[in-house]
């Protein structure tokens, strides 16, 4: 594993997540998720949290000045390697993060996670996350914590935007916007196809060996 500039790209509930963070933590990487940032932004009632709340909400890409704005924020202040969760998602996110990069663009690596839609929506209704950290598991697991997060002790939930409805449009949204994207890294040779179905301990064996 080579490459310390690693991006995820995939349909909502593909994995990114799961697998951005053990990556992170295997290889000490730092790791940042802009679903999750903004999540969080619209949860405290900051002015970005409001800018991107509507879009959110109805299962839309927020604006590529806002991702790009956080994103690259978060690059700037990090030190070593990383793993950015869910950026870029469209072609100018991923034009402006090279160029923000400059020549280190080229070791950039990024994972496209794959599985068929009915799992996809299958994880999605039984998904929960915890409020208070990156913690994220089964519904049958936040029950059998009773609610409480076994990492913080926060509260365990279900993400707003996990319905059927708005899970239909993210994935609407993926395919017109951020297929192209991957396409877009497989054109200069930096992306790597994970199939995404298993348990998290086999899917992750995969995404080390691609990167091997
Ligand atoms: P999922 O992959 O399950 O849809 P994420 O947590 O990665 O979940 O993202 C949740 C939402 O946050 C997206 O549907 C989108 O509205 C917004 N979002 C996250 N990252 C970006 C980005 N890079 N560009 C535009 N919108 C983003």
Known sequence: MSASAIVLLGPPASGK??????????????YFSTGKQLRQEVKVGSLLGKEAEPYLVTGHYVP?????????????????????????????QAEELDQALGVDSDCLRALLMEGPVAELERRVTD????TGCPWT??????????????????RLGQRDDDDLENFRQRLKVFEELTLPVAEYYEQSGRLLRIWGVGTPAEV?????????
Not at 69 to 82: D, E, M, P, Q, S
């Open 17 to 30: 997540g799961t697998q951005g963070r053990l990556l992170a933590k295997e290889k000490m990487l730092s």
């Open 137 to 154: 598991g089964t519904k049958v697991q936040a029950e059998a914590f009773g609610g409480a997060c076994p990492s913080c002790g926060g």
């Open 64 to 92: 590529d000045e806002l991702a790009l704005a956080l994103a690259t924020a978060w690059i700037r202040k990090v030190k070593g390697g990383w793993v950015l969760d869910g950026f870029p998602r469209t072609l100018p």
């Open 204 to 212: 992750f064996k995969r995404v080390k060996s691609e990167l091997a």
């Open 127 to 130: 998904r929960r996350e915890c």
